[in-house]
């Protein structure tokens, strides 16, 4: 009787013990939250964004089990694809988009994640950022700013990349510059050559009336001048007449 006694005792114990250990079921989302909240993790953008930096993505997924919005911004205003763009991690990139999250977002300073990615200069960051903006229906206009970053920066590769996405070449920017423009102000043979090899208009004039090798001769750029000369590119009236008055 007593050993029947202690075997149902014991039992008894086994069964309250299980009762306060809960079991997380991955495939319940506040099961996965009461998770988090017992080993004292904070459920917040913060907190996967520092995940995501750290290429963690077990946790990331974990948070995502708990129905986390991915595309949450941190305090700072970087979301988690704002992060692996800027700092060119592929894998966490690529496990974000598979997972749901968008390319057209902004970054903490208000710019485009694919401008960012343009100025960084990592190529196989831009691709992927490319494909998934067409995924995501983003018509190639709105690539313009990206293509004058690429050009003023003299990141031919990057004008390729863009161009082949469709990515318009010819685009005025709110200053009245056109990439042309840039790519021949800030000395950028490459880039220059790459635009001309693409048909833009050499002879374009700038917001302020001046041409491409009006630039390109009051910054004395020799180089780009006989390149520019060569294909048909000339200097406006306007310019010639400044030059006399200096």
């Given amino acids: 009787m007593k050993k029947k006694i202690l075997a149902l005792c014991a039992a ?3 069964f309250s013990l299980t009762g306060c ?5 991955p495939n319940d989302p506040q099961s996965v939250r ?26 990331m997924t974990l948070f995502l089990q708990a129905s986390f919005e991915i595309d949450q911004p941190a305090d700072n ?10 700092k060119g991690n592929m894998m966490v990139l690529n496990y974000l988009f598979d997972h749901g999250a ?12 694919i401008d960012n990615a343009v100025m960084m200069g990592n190529k196989e960051v831009v691709v992927r950022i490319l494909q998934q903006l ?6 190639p206009q709105n690539l313009a700013t990206a293509v004058l970053i690429a050009a003023k ?23 009245g510059y056109m990439p042309i423009h840039w790519a021949v102000k800030s000395g950028n043979y490459d ?19 001046y041409s491409v090798l009006d630039w390109a001769t009051n910054e004395g750029y020799t180089r780009l001048i006989k390149a520019l000369k060569k294909v048909g590119a000339k200097n406006t009236a306007k310019y010639k007449l400044d030059s006399r008055g200096r």
Avoid at 21 to 25: G, H, I, K, R
Avoid at 77 to 86: E, K, L, S
Avoid at 157 to 162: N, P
């Fill in 134 to 139: 067409k995924k995501e229906g983003v018509e």
């Fill in 34 to 59: 009461r998770y988090l909240t017992k080993k004292q993790i904070g459920f917040t953008p913060n907190q996967f964004v520092s995940y995501a930096v750290n290429s963690d993505t077990a946790k």
């Fill in 153 to 175: 920066t003299g990141k031919a590769d990057m004008l390729e990349v863009l161009a082949d996405a469709g990515a318009p070449l010819e685009n005025r920017s709110p200053d």
């Fill in 191 to 209: 880039a220059m050559m790459f635009l001309i090899k693409k048909g833009v208009d050499v002879n374009a004039k700038c917001g302020q009336g």
């Fill in 21 to 25: 250990e809960e079991t997380m079921d």
């Fill in 77 to 86: 205003g970087n979301n988690a694809v704002a992060i692996a763009a800027n």
């Fill in 12 to 14: 008894g114990l086994i």
């Fill in 102 to 113: 968008k390319a057209n977002v902004n970054n903490g300073n208000g710019e485009p994640v």
